[in-house]
């Protein structure tokens, strides 16, 4: 079965978008570089919500992403995509698709499906919904040295706990930390009873 992983890039303080929903502050470098390359030949998925959708399309549809790593761009690009929002009018980034609503039961056939994982990049919004649900198979964040000190957090919706196990951490020589979670259903299935 594909896995769902989320990846996100977040600060010290827990935001994954400055308040103006900016990015500028990601902290890159070579290792980070090869890193996301490792994870992104996992996957041949992406979803997003609408504003990650938007800001991503442009980024990487544009000169923007000219001094980007090719393989990143390809990616990017060729990827399908699946963008889901109520408002956005089509999505006409190359193979990308627009669902109107979450249907859990929607997500749980696309893991079922033939292929290679799927990653959910930024889209706090998702993120928070696909967490209610136990679909989410694994976390990965990767920290950077950064305090904003105001932003976009990444599981604002979330009204329950959501128990996770620590599966690994590695530090990059630029001050990231990846810090990888699962979900503890042992944990989630203890407090049920």
Same mark, same amino acid.
């Given at each position: 079965?594909?896995?769902?992983?989320?990846?996100?890039?977040?600060? *010290?303080?827990?935001?994954?978008?400055? +308040?103006?929903?900016?990015?500028?502050?990601?902290?890159? $470098?070579?290792?980070? %570089?090869? &890193?996301?390359? /490792?994870?992104? =030949?996992? =996957?041949?998925?992406?979803?997003? $919500?609408?504003?990650? &959708?938007? $800001?991503?399309? #442009?980024?990487w549809t544009t000169a923007a992403s000219a001094g980007e790593d090719p /393989?990143?761009?390809?990616?990017?690009?060729?990827?399908?995509?699946?963008?889901?929002?109520?408002?956005?009018?089509?999505?006409?980034?190359?193979?990308?698709?627009?669902?109107?609503?979450?249907?859990?039961?929607?997500?749980? +056939?696309? !893991?079922?499906?033939?292929?290679?994982?799927?990653? *959910? *990049?930024?889209?706090?919004?998702?993120?928070?919904?696909? +967490?209610?649900?136990?679909?989410?198979?694994?976390? !990965?964040?990767?920290? #950077?040295? %950064?305090?904003?000190?105001? $932003?976009?957090?990444?599981?604002?919706?979330?009204?329950?706990?959501?128990?996770?196990?620590?599966?690994?951490?590695?530090?990059?020589? #630029?001050? #990231?930390? *990846?810090?990888? &979670?699962?979900?503890?259903?042992?944990? =989630?299935?203890?407090?049920?009873?």
């Amino acid at each position: 079965m594909r896995k769902i992983i989320v990846l996100e890039w977040i600060t *010290l303080d827990g935001f994954f978008a400055g +308040a103006d929903g900016g990015v500028d502050w990601m902290v890159w $470098g070579a290792e980070v %570089v090869e &890193y996301a390359k /490792e994870i992104y =030949a996992t =996957a041949d998925t992406v979803l997003y $919500g609408k504003t990650t &959708y938007e $800001g991503m399309k #442009n980024h990487w549809t544009t000169a923007a992403s000219a001094g980007e790593d090719p /393989e990143i761009v390809d990616f990017m690009n060729r990827t399908h995509k699946i963008v889901f929002s109520k408002s956005l009018e089509k999505a006409d980034w190359q193979n990308s698709e627009l669902v109107r609503e979450i249907d859990p039961a929607e997500i749980a +056939a696309l !893991k079922e499906r033939p292929g290679r994982d799927i990653l *959910l *990049l930024g889209s706090g919004s998702v993120v928070s919904r696909l +967490a209610k649900t136990g679909l989410i198979d694994e976390y !990965k964040f990767l920290v #950077n040295p %950064v305090v904003l000190g105001r $932003g976009k957090t990444l599981f604002q919706s979330i009204e329950n706990s959501v128990k996770l196990e620590h599966s690994s951490t590695e530090t990059f020589s #630029n001050g #990231n930390v *990846l810090l990888c &979670y699962r979900p503890d259903k042992k944990r =989630a299935d203890n407090e049920e009873s």
